[in-house]
């Protein structure tokens, strides 16, 4: 006697599951130009490395003689992958059921794919296309109730972002838990004029007389330059090899140190044009990204956040193949004075850093917080203190350079003032409490004003 009855029944099970919500649906997701579930992990999995838990959750269809005639899977899909040859999780959502959204999903799918990845010290890879109580209608018409809003398993969630590194893909509309999702993560990407993201779609928010397409809610550009994710691609195959890059530079938990990468630079290349790379005018700028990629490993250079708190770039490079959390000032950009966005860029990014261990290199060129009334306004101090205490609780190697100017309290953030921090200045590096040329005005105010000739 053998059991290939039951596995017979099993595969069938599975098959069911892999259709998906249906031939029409998945028509429709690829009429979008989009990409369904599986398609998905397929692409972004090295090639047959995934291995999923759950597949046949869903709910069942009986006939009258109580045999089992079809299955709806659940609208979330996990498991475990390799990337690159390296362990990861995977969950994703299927948007061909019930539009991905939280009020129609297995609950349990997700914290035990949030549990796998904090128990199993894994990155986990979240694939978001869906909204959160968008199925809300459908729950009260299939169950005559609502529930008390409630995020289960949201715990686990934050307990990851301290442990382990969370991506995120926004590939289609997300709203509500979905948009939730895709900002809980220390790295996250949409697709240009594909991907949108808000707490509450278009027919919502036109009830408050506010007619705007999804793009102009929360396309791409708004969403990028808000900071509310890390990037935009072209395509999802795009997005998928971001995840692969990103995912490169940190350990696979805060127990790992980050993988030293490929040495393929030579680490004492000298590059001449540095030399003259900084104006003498003070008040002309000067192309920073250029040093950057000229100081790291050639090619190492993974910038996030380009469009968001401009005053200062971020993003990750090696050197010597070792990992590094690399910022500098971006003197195009108010001078690279801290602005309270880029504040909060930094308080992020500082913090990102500290939490996988990497060293942070600083390239400053920061005349101090950005003044006037437009500052005061988005409470740029407020936001100055919160970077400098992610700064000064850092304890992860760093490593300043002073390109140019370094003056005032946010200049003086650029280390952790209570530890060591190695510390160079090129020749073009000039500092103080004030520029001199606002110093002089403030220090002699009095005698200026009596001046015959102010």
């Given amino acids: 006697m053998d059991w290939q009855k039951e ?15 249906g031939a029409e649906r998945v028509k429709r997701q690829h009429d979008g130009g989009r990409l369904t579930i599986r398609e998905r992990v397929a692409r972004l999995a090295d090639a047959g490395s995934f291995h999923e838990i759950g597949k ?10 109580n045999d089992l005639v079809g299955l709806t899977p659940s609208n979330f899909i996990f498991g475990r992958a390799r990337l690159d040859g390296r362990p990861v999780i995977i969950g994703g959502d299927d948007f061909t059921v019930r539009g991905g959204s939280a009020d129609a999903t297995i609950k349990g799918k997700h914290n035990m794919c949030e549990r796998m990845a904090h128990d199993l010290r894994l990155p986990l890879i979240r694939l978001v296309e869906g909204s959160g109580g968008g199925g809300s209608v459908k729950t009260i018409e299939t169950t005559g109730r609502a529930n008390v809003p409630a995020v289960d398993g949201w715990e686990q969630v934050v307990r990851n972002m301290g442990t382990i590194p969370r991506v995120a893909l926004g590939l289609g509309s997300v709203a509500g838990l979905g948009a939730a999702h895709l900002a809980a993560a220390h790295y996250s990407v949409m697709i240009k004029d594909r991907s949108a993201m808000f707490v509450a779609g278009p027919p919502v928010v036109e009830r408050l007389g506010q007619k705007l397409t999804k793009n102009e809610l929360g396309g791409w550009e708004i969403q990028l330059r808000a900071g509310g994710v890390d990037h935009a691609v072209d395509t999802e195959d795009e997005a998928f090899a971001c995840a692969r890059r990103f995912l490169s530079y940190l350990p696979s938990s805060v127990d790992d140190v980050p993988p030293r990468g490929p040495q393929t630079d030579d680490p004492e290349r000298r590059e001449e044009w540095l030399s003259n790379a900084i104006p003498r005018d003070v008040r ?9 990629e000229a100081v790291v490993d050639r090619g190492s250079f993974f910038e996030v956040s380009h469009l968001y708190g401009r005053a200062i770039i971020t993003g990750l490079a090696r050197l010597d193949g070792w990992p590094v959390a690399l910022m500098a000032s971006d003197p195009y950009h108010y001078g690279g004075a801290w602005t309270a966005d880029t504040c909060q860029k930094v308080e992020r990014f500082v913090d990102t850093a500290q939490t996988f261990h990497l060293p942070i290199v600083y390239l400053v060129d920061c005349p101090g917080f950005l003044i006037g009334l437009e500052a005061e306004k988005t409470g740029t ?4 203190v919160r970077a400098m205490s992610a700064i000064w609780q850092s304890n992860v190697p ?5 390109i140019r100017n370094v003056f005032g309290v946010a200049g003086a953030a650029h280390r952790n003032g209570s530890q060591y921090c190695t510390r160079y200045a090129w020749p073009s590096g000039r500092w103080g409490s004030l520029p001199l040329e606002g110093g002089i005005e403030a220090a002699y105010r009095a005698e200026i004003d009596a001046a015959p000739d102010p």
């Fill in 398 to 402: 760093w490593c300043a350079v002073v």
């Fill in 381 to 384: 101090i407020k936001q100055g």
């Fill in 7 to 21: 596995m017979d029944e099993l595969r069938r099970r599975e098959a069911f599951a892999e259709e998906l919500g």
């Fill in 56 to 65: 046949i959750a869903g709910r069942a269809t009986y006939d009258a003689k």
């Fill in 284 to 292: 002309k700028p000067y192309k920073m990204r250029a040093i950057i």
